[in-house]
């Protein structure tokens, strides 16, 4: 799964698969009824923490995959959100996350991230995480009408999130 492709928050793609203790797939998760993470909550004093979106309650044997929650709540009609800290040990890749420095991750967050997707350096997560191979090029020139024959160096391959997307309840423009 080349989860670039699909409509969730950059939190979802790129910290989620930080926050699990062991590592697990994203197919774990996509059997429960979880919609998408965030960084905040609009209508919560808690930024800079994972917030899990739930279409309802999600199951124990689920939350068990998961570090204890800091939080839990409903949201709004029927939904559930849980809140986590980001793990003490990849909170730099966190901040290197806001700016959209995805190649500059540790090497063990990138290794989690790959694991947690089942991605391979034929895919675009791989290229913007390793600035390797063409598929990152191929998609902008396919998706985008952009030819690129070479990033510049210092370059990112992918943008960096846009802050108002990645909070929990914040209407978007």
């Not at 939190?11 to 989620?16: E, G, M, P, R």
């Not at 003490?88 to 990138?110: I, M, P, R, V």
Request: glycine share 4%; hydrophobic share 40%.
């Amino acid at each position: 799964m080349d989860i670039l492709r699909y409509n969730f928050t950059y939190t979802t793609k790129f910290i989620l698969p930080l926050i699990f203790k062991e590592f697990t797939n994203y197919n774990r998760l996509f059997n429960t009824s979880f919609i998408n993470a965030y960084i905040a909550d609009m209508a919560k004093n808690n930024d800079d923490k994972i917030h899990l979106l739930f279409a309802e309650y999600p199951s124990l044997t689920f939350q068990e995959l998961l570090p204890e929650s800091i939080e839990e709540y409903e949201f709004g009609d029927g939904y559930y959100v849980l809140v986590y800290d980001i793990p003490q040990e990849y909170k730099e890749d966190y901040l290197k996350f806001l700016t959209g420095d995805y190649s500059k991750f540790s090497n063990d967050a990138k290794c989690k991230i790959v694991s947690f997707w089942q991605i391979d350096n034929k895919t675009l997560l791989w290229g913007v995480l390793y600035k390797e191979g063409n598929k990152v090029k191929k998609f902008y020139k396919d998706k985008l009408n952009e030819n690129l024959d070479e990033f510049a160096p210092s370059a990112e391959w992918w943008a960096p999130p846009k802050i108002e997307q990645e909070i929990l309840g914040l209407p978007l423009k």
